[in-house]
C-alpha cells in the first residue's frame, strides 16, 4: 500500500461552490487525486490518499480515498466528484463513505498524521536526498499544497516523520511529486498493483 497526505490550505470544506477554480483551488486537488490514481489506461490499485481540506466554511474535512474500481472517477470532472461526497457529509454530519471508496469525515491534518501508522516520509526541498533514503513497506508522503505546509503543521510533521525526504533543488507541483514517488516505486517493484481498464 501506497500512502499520501496532502495538506490544502484553502481548499473549500464546504460544497457550496461550483467553479473549482474559485473554490481555493479545488483545480488543484484534482490533478493530486489524477496523478495518484490515473494511468495510461489504468488505475493505481492499492493506494491511499488523504486530502485535508481546510479552507472555508467548515474546516478541516478529511477526504480520504482508497483504490476501488466501483468509484465512479471521471478525468473530466474529478472535482465534482469532491464536491458530491462533500455534500453527502453535509447531509449527515459524520463520517460517510460518501461514493465506493470515497469516505469524509471532520479531522485535522494533526490527527490524521498521529493516527496513521508504519514509515512516515515528509517531503520537503531541505530534507536528505531520495537517493540517500530506503522507503520501506507502506510508506507514508505528507506533502503540502501550491503554497505549502503552513509553519506550524511543518513542525508537527517534521516531529513525527521517521524521514524528512528532498526530490532535488527543483520545486515541484505536488501532483508531479506523487508521480515522482510512484515511478521510483514502480521501478522498485515496490507495493505495485495496476487495473487496466476495459
Ligand atoms: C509546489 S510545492 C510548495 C511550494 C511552496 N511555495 C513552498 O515553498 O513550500 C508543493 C509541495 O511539494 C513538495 N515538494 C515540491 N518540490 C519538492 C522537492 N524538490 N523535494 C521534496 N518535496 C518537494 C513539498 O511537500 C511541497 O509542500
Same mark, same amino acid.
Not at 449527515?92 to 490527527?111: H, N, Q, T, Y
Given at each position: 500500500?501506497?500512502?499520501?497526505? $496532502? ?21 488543484? *486537488? %484534482?490533478? $493530486?487525486?489524477? +496523478? ?7 488505475? @493505481?490499485?492499492?493506494?491511499? #490518499? +488523504?486530502?485535508? /481540506?481546510?479552507?472555508? @466554511? ?8 482508497? %483504490? ?8 473530466? =470532472? ?10 453527502? !457529509? ?5 463520517? *460517510?463513505?460518501? /461514493?465506493?471508496?470515497?469516505? $469524509?469525515?471532520?479531522? %485535522? ?11 512516515? !516520509?515528509?517531503? =520537503? ?14 510508506? #507514508?508522503?505528507?506533502?503540502? =499544497? +501550491? ?6 503543521? /511543518? ?23 506523487? $508521480?515522482?514517488? +510512484?515511478? #521510483?516505486?514502480?521501478? #522498485?517493484?515496490? =507495493? ?7
Amino acid at each position: 500500500m501506497r500512502r499520501f497526505i $496532502v495538506f490544502f490550505n484553502e481548499a473549500r470544506s464546504d460544497p457550496f461552490w461550483r467553479d473549482p477554480m474559485k473554490a481555493g483551488r479545488m483545480d488543484i *486537488v %484534482s490533478n $493530486v487525486i489524477i +496523478h495518484t490514481f490515473f494511468l495510461s489506461n489504468a488505475m @493505481r490499485g492499492n493506494v491511499e #490518499l +488523504h486530502l485535508i /481540506l481546510n479552507g472555508p @466554511r467548515d474546516p478541516p474535512k478529511h477526504i480520504e480515498m482508497i %483504490s476501488n474500481p466501483q468509484t465512479p472517477f471521471s478525468k473530466k =470532472d474529478v472535482a465534482e466528484l469532491i464536491r458530491i461526497a462533500l455534500w453527502k !457529509y453535509e447531509k449527515k454530519k459524520r463520517k *460517510v463513505e460518501a /461514493l465506493p471508496g470515497v469516505f $469524509v469525515e471532520k479531522k %485535522s491534518f494533526e490527527e490524521i498524521v498521529e493516527e496513521e501508522e508504519g514509515p512516515k !516520509y515528509l517531503l =520537503d526541498r531541505s530534507g536528505k536526498s531520495i537517493w540517500k533514503v530506503e522507503i520501506e513497506e507502506k510508506p #507514508l508522503f505528507i506533502l503540502g =499544497d +501550491h503554497i505549502g505546509l503552513p509553519k506550524d503543521k /511543518l513542525r508537527f510533521a517534521r516531529k513525527k516523520c521517521d524521514e524528512i525526504v528532498s526530490l532535488g533543488s527543483v520545486t515541484y507541483f505536488t501532483s508531479q511529486c506523487i $508521480v515522482i514517488l +510512484h515511478f #521510483l516505486m514502480d521501478n #522498485l517493484g515496490k =507495493d505495485i498493483e495496476i487495473w487496466e481498464r476495459k
